[in-house]
């Protein structure tokens, strides 16, 4: 009797890393046919012609793959996220996009594609994953917009923070880092308060309700945005929980230089212009006052408009990463986050001051 060969899938993203992507994803897809020759494994490309497609591909031929590949920069986890999320299927990632936020969040090689690939190849062999956490958002009624129902890998952004994105991706700067710096330098110039009204449930259960006249807010799942700004350093992968982030008072100039130094030391909040709290979920509509909130984007994509609900999907997405990473991922006990939230002086229940 013959045994099933595995069969990998493969998407990649002509156009990210500022079109690099097209020339990348050849590379990578002759060194997983390489390697599939040599360890018995098939490669199926499936590719399409734009975020849309390649989904909808993921989505309808999922009968012929046991493992799914993507090649690209955040937007294409937010890909996997939605074509293997809550399925069991591993997802492998080779991080060669502009920021690689959640690649770099993993500790996964990032532009570098030899290692990425020899690091998914290993995976696939041993059988080595890591279950993540991702966030869910859907729509709540009232909105009218196409209803949403879409996994993320990385952060939900609503307010100041997907306007950077939004800015980010359309900037003609090279490199990711720049792009997003040179966005955050413009957008703090033209801060709006937008009117949210919020419902959390915090870690411990308990429900809190209130409206939250702000810039930003941001439900993340990893740390990073913007090619290795730590937004949210407290975010653990497997928490079973999503962190609020947002700007809780205007900012004054120095206070400003302050918050963006520590953001690219990985203490940004440490800084007083940012409110803090875990959730399990979250409920965000539009408040009597305040500004209309902007699109809210995931993972760089768009994803509609408030009103909507965020829920934590505990350890839903299963990601294919090397033995030392996994072990890495394992010896997380929390106890590096307790440390810092100590250090920052944050409750870790309630997210204020102590
Ligand atoms: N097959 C495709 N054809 C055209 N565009 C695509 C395709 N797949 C994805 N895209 C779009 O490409 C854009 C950029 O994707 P991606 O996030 O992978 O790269 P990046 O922006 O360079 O990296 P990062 O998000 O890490 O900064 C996304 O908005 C996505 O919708």
Redesign the pocket.
């Known amino acids: 009797m013959s045994e099933e060969r595995t069969v990998v899938a493969m998407v ?7 079109g690099r ?1 097209a020339v990348t994803y050849e590379r990578v897809l002759d060194l997983m046919i390489e390697a599939g020759e040599r360890h018995g494994f098939d490669v199926i490309d499936l ?5 849309d ?2 989904l909808r591909r993921t989505r309808e031929e999922s009968d012929r793959y046991g493992h799914l590949v993507v090649a ?5 986890i937010s ?1 996997g996220a939605n074509a293997v999320g809550c399925s069991g299927k591993p997802l492998g990632i080779v ?1 060669i ?5 959640f690649a770099r969040g993993l500790g996964l090689p990032v532009n570098r594609i030899e290692t990425a690939v020899e690091g998914i190849v290993g995976a696939i062999v041993r059988g080595s994953h890591i279950d993540v956490d991702m966030g869910r958002v859907t729509s709540l009624p009232g909105g009218d917009g196409e209803p949403i129902d879409r996994f993320y890998g990385g952060m939900l952004n609503c307010g100041l923070d997907a306007s950077i994105n939004d800015r ?2 359309h900037s003609h700067l090279p490199g ?1 880092s720049l792009r997003y710096f040179a966005a955050v330098l413009v957008e703090v110039t033209r801060l709006k308060r937008y009117g949210y009204h919020i419902k959390a449930t915090l870690v411990d259960g308990s429900v809190e309700e209130y409206d939250l006249l702000t810039p930003m807010i941001t439900v993340a799942n990893s740390r990073h945005a913007g ?1 290795g700004l730590e937004i949210s350093p407290y975010s653990r992968f497997d928490d079973g929980l999503l962190d609020l982030v947002w700007i809780d008072h205007m900012p004054n100039p120095i206070e400003i230089a302050d918050a963006i130094s520590k953001g690219y030391n990985g203490r940004l909040l440490a800084s007083h212009v940012f409110g803090w709290k875990r959730v399990r979920d979250v409920e965000i509509t539009r408040a009597d006052e305040g500004a209309e909130p902007p699109v809210l984007m995931s ?3 768009y994803v509609g408009s408030v009103p909507v609900r965020v829920e934590a999907q505990r350890r839903a997405l299963r990601v294919l990463v090397p033995p030392a990473v996994a072990a890495e991922h394992r010896a997380d006990d929390g106890s590096r986050t307790l440390a810092a939230l100590e250090r920052d002086h944050r409750d870790p229940v309630t997210g204020v001051f102590i």
Not at 12 to 18: A, E, F, L, R, Y
Not at 47 to 51: A, H, Q, V
Not at 97 to 101: A, E, F, L, P, R
């Open positions: 990649g993203n002509p156009v990210s890393g500022k992507g590719t399409g012609s734009s975020f497609d390649s690209g920069g955040d937007g294409m890909l991080a996009g502009s920021g690689n936020d980010a991706n990711g090619g993972d760089g994509e």
